[in-house]
């Protein structure tokens, strides 16, 4: 019934928001999607979302009469509850390479490209300077990394969260920080063969675009 699908609180942009659509569609959960909107409105900032989420950033997901926040947490929630298809490795070693992955992406990465910091910094130049340098440096040990572990996937042959956290990452890097990420072999060919997985095809931010 319409009432029991779960809400993506989420921007279309935000790579946090991508990961758990991802998520959500490999778990084939139905879900809307709530646009909110943190670059023009900051409609994240407003009290209304606070009440959603205190962190007032996206995503946030209503699901089972409750409200998650914080994307990694809310994508092991999905995982925990609804177990197919798996999204995590069984062995212990290749799990903590995933999180390894996760790690460097969604705290090496992400927060230090946010669009929340700009406030931060008195100029747009000096922001765009420090974002895309974190990001670059991200992907450069990602590369490292990712020569050790990946196989179809960023992790072996399974698709795991690693995976939900380095395509949204790359797309972002690609075309907001303008970044040549074909100096990166590994990184660049495991992007663009993700890129086909219907997964990433079907809760692409463009997609999302083109329907709004
Ligand atoms: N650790 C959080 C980070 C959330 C986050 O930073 N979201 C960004 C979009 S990817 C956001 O809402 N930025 C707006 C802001 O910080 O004001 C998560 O993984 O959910």
């Known amino acids: 019934m319409a009432e029991n699908r779960a809400v993506l609180y989420a921007f279309w942009l935000s790579s946090c928001s991508w990961r758990v659509r991802a998520a959500l569609h490999l778990k084939r959960i139905p879900f809307e999607e709530r646009p909110v909107d943190i670059v023009k409105e900051n409609q994240q900032l407003t009290d209304e979302y606070r009440s959603i989420n205190p962190n007032q950033k996206v995503p946030a997901l209503l699901i089972d009469n409750e409200t998650l926040v914080e994307s990694m947490a809310i994508v092991q929630y999905l995982e925990d509850t609804r177990p197919e298809p798996a ?77 939900l956290c380095l395509v949204p990452q790359l797309y972002n890097a690609i075309t907001r920080h303008k970044l040549d990420i074909s100096k990166y072999p590994t990184v660049s060919k495991l992007y663009h063969e993700l890129l086909k997985e219907k997964v990433f095809q079907e809760t692409h931010p463009e997609k999302l675009k083109s329907k709004m």
């Open 87 to 163: 999204l995590t490795p069984k062995s212990p070693l290749q799990k903590a390479r995933m999180r390894e992955l996760c790690e460097i992406v969604v705290s090496g990465i992400q927060p230090l490209q946010n669009v929340g910091l700009r406030p931060q910094f008195e100029t747009t130049e000096q922001y765009v300077k420090f974002t895309k340098y974190w990001t670059d440096r991200g992907l450069k040990i990602l590369e490292d990394m990712l020569q050790k572990t990946s196989g179809k996937y960023c992790v072996g042959d399974q698709l795991t969260i690693a995976d």
